[in-house]
């Protein structure tokens, strides 16, 4: 049976409702999954859950851990990713430093500072983890729920030929708000989505058994009161740009600089609590959820009872891989011609079918063309942040938070530079590729107004202007003067 080993087992939300739809899965009974992470006192815990939940339900799953990475991929058909690097502590450096330059994040893991940063934590892991399967389980197929989804895949795609998907909920989820707002149930809508990780737009939406075009209603019912208020920042950019995305207000109002640039842009679109747009909400989240239980094992008080499969999409793909079942879901991919005006090589979000023989992305062709620039935006920052996590220069990490729209939209380049070489100081401990490395300093350069101006050519924008200045200056009629002898002269010709 297939052997999964979970590297990132501490993760406990994720590790046990995966795990759990593995066991929840008859095409995956009798598995073996190897739980895998650096410390012991989450993974014992969930080791320790785990196997009760195996025990209480009689299942045949085998079930161990270790601290040894190489162990657990040793031989293993699929690999199962679900690490943060550098944690909490982290965490609070990504989300408090930008606020001191203005930049107010609400999430902070995916765009902005806050994902550019966790992206130069996690991308050199996941390039080590997959040197490591392409030496242990080279036939193993990776699965990738490390954030921030798109830089990491990105950078799996630039160094490693092992087949790999990442995978969000946030299509099947959007789903849901879709079919409350078109009123049709959630089974019975068709879609394509496409774009980036967390930027993916719904290009149709049409209902299965008629085909009726459900787009119309959508974007009729996105101009009500009541429908609008839910989601504010979403339904503006359909609103602008045509169509409705998979990421929540308090997500997407972080990759695009018109929401929370300004006061008043934060009074008008980011107002409802937590993760609908407040500063913030998941670093307090995580903090208040880190000290209620530091000591305090959660896994004690949930239940062992398997229960139906989550919307998670990952125990679907295996079961397809085992069983040649197939399985139509949306995945982030590395962009080999899928979207075609979005880079070669960078990470999209594409739907994918999968079977025994493996992963199968959809050729979706060109996004609209509004929606593959808004896309781009947010491809740039990630383009540079894998970059710069691969060669270790700290001037790409701040040109990669210059570029971010949120960031672009708040700070000048030397508070972005100040802001930069601050976080990099924080973070140095999880930043090991930049080691003795240090971004170069750029003070700003003070112009007394008695300053004497170094002699230039001048530019033909500037004679232009001297020109217009000219035509502003000049008379329109002749002296009077000369008007009056021009007369002059006729009379004494009589």
Request: aromatic share 8%; net charge positive; proline share 5%.
């Amino acid at each position: 049976m297939a052997k999964i080993a979970m590297i990132g087992a501490g993760s406990l939300i994720f590790t046990k409702t995966l795990a759990m739809d593995i066991m929840a899965t008859e095409a995956l009974e009798g598995s073996e999954i190897r739980l895998m992470s650096r410390t012991r006192p989450k993974l014992q815990q969930m080791e320790s859950f785990l196997k009760r939940v195996v025990a209480e339900n009689h299942k045949p799953t085998t079930l161990w851990s270790t601290l040894d990475r190489r162990k657990a991929l040793e031989g293993a058909d699929y690999v199962i990713v679900t690490i943060q690097v550098g944690g909490l502590d982290a965490f609070s450096y990504d989300y408090t430093i930008p606020l001191k330059y203005g930049v107010d994040q609400c999430i902070g893991d995916t765009l902005a500072p806050g994902g550019v940063f966790r992206a130069l934590r996690t991308i050199p892991v996941l390039v080590d983890i997959a040197a490591d399967m392409e030496e242990l389980c080279p036939d193993a197929t990776l699965i990738n729920y490390a954030n921030p989804m798109a830089p990491v895949c990105m950078g799996l795609g630039w160094t490693t030929d092992l087949p790999f998907i990442g995978l969000c909920h946030g299509v099947q989820t959007t789903l849901d708000l879709i079919g409350r707002y078109t009123n049709t149930p959630k089974d019975r809508i068709d879609h394509l989505c496409a774009g980036i990780n967390h930027m993916a737009w719904f290009l149709s939406l049409t209902y299965k058994r008629t085909g009726r075009d459900l787009m119309p209603i959508l974007r009729r019912n996105i101009e009500q009161p009541e429908y609008y208020v839910n989601e504010k920042v979403r339904g503006e950019v359909m609103r602008h740009f045509g169509y409705f995305m998979t990421e929540s207000t308090g997500h997407l109002s972080e990759y695009i600089p018109w929401f929370r640039s300004s006061k008043r842009a934060m009074a008008a679109y980011c107002d409802e609590p937590a993760f609908g747009g407040e500063t913030g909400a998941y670093y307090r989240y995580a903090n208040m959820l880190a000290r209620k239980y530091k000591n305090v094992d959660y896994l004690a008080l949930e239940s062992t009872h398997i229960e139906k499969r989550s919307v998670e999409y990952c125990s679907y793909i295996l079961e397809a891989m085992e069983t040649d079942r197939v399985f139509k879901l949306n995945g982030n991919v590395r962009n080999d011609g899928y979207i075609t005006n979005l880079p070669e090589g960078c990470c999209v979000e594409v739907p994918v079918f999968v079977d025994r023989r493996g992963l199968h992305p959809v050729t979706v062709g060109d996004l609209p063309t509004q929606c593959a620039a808004m896309n781009q935006s947010n491809v740039t920052v990630q383009t540079l942040t894998a970059e710069a996590a691969l060669t270790g220069n700290p001037e790409m990490v701040m040109q990669a938070c210059a570029m971010d729209p949120l960031t672009s939209a708040c700070c000048t380049l030397k508070e972005v530079r100040d802001m930069t070489a601050e976080m990099l100081a924080a973070e140095a401990k999880w930043l090991p590729q930049f080691k003795g490395r240090k971004l170069r300093p750029a003070p700003a350069i003070a112009t007394p107004k008695r300053l004497k101006r170094v002699d230039v050519p001048l530019d033909p924008a500037l004679a232009i202007a001297n020109r217009f200045q000219i035509l502003a200056e000049q008379k329109t009629t002749k002296p009077k003067k000369a008007h009056k002898a021009g007369k002059a002269g006729k009379a004494g010709k009589k």
